[in-house]
């Protein structure tokens, strides 16, 4: 448990420390967004670490479902939104994270989440992998750094595939 706790602290640090959301205190204004929220472990601890005040979780029903079970189990700082796809409209993010999911997903499934969370959002941090099906046509991850404004490249660290990176934005 203290291995995942410190990776997900880990990830959402480097994240902060990318896109101008550092340091170990509250963030009462941040609204967050989360793209593929797993059981809601991340959600947890970047609770418990830097208490934003609004988080916004996006994934599949069943997912959704067990997130919210997951969370309904600890005092959370922020309000919590438990959102489908279809339940997206555009919104301002101050930061939106997502480690994997939203790479591994179709093209077709992408351009809602680009034009409705990422290019909303002022930072942003994806953990990039490239293991989808070739007929996905999933954006590459030199594709997403031209389509969002101020992102870049960096590595990952450490490195779980070849092709994989972070792509970060924000100021």
């Known amino acids: 448990m203290k291995s995942l706790i410190s990776k997900a602290v880990r ?20 609204c967050l967004c989360e793209i593929g929220v797993g059981y809601g472990g991340q959600c947890r601890i970047i609770n418990a670490y830097f208490k934003p005040a609004s988080y916004y979780l996006v994934d599949i029903g069943p997912a959704l479902a067990l997130t919210r079970r997951f969370l309904e189990n600890y005092a959370l700082a922020a309000k919590l939104s438990f959102l489908t796809l279809s339940d997206l409209a555009p919104r301002n993010y101050d930061l939106v994270i997502s480690n994997y999911a939203f790479t591994e997903l179709p093209r077709s499934v992408q351009e809602p989440y ?4 990422i290019l909303q959002s002022k930072r942003g941090y994806i953990t990039y992998n490239e293991i989808q099906p070739a007929k996905f046509r999933s954006y590459e991850a030199n594709e997403l750094v031209e389509l969002i404004p101020r992102s870049r490249k960096i590595n990952e660290e450490p490195l779980t595939h070849p092709k994989n990176c972070i792509i970060i934005w924000g100021d």
């Open 114 to 117: 680009l034009s409705q969370v």
């Open 11 to 30: 990830k959402f640090s480097r994240a902060a420390d990318s896109t101008s959301v550092s340091d170990n205190r509250a963030y009462p204004q941040l």
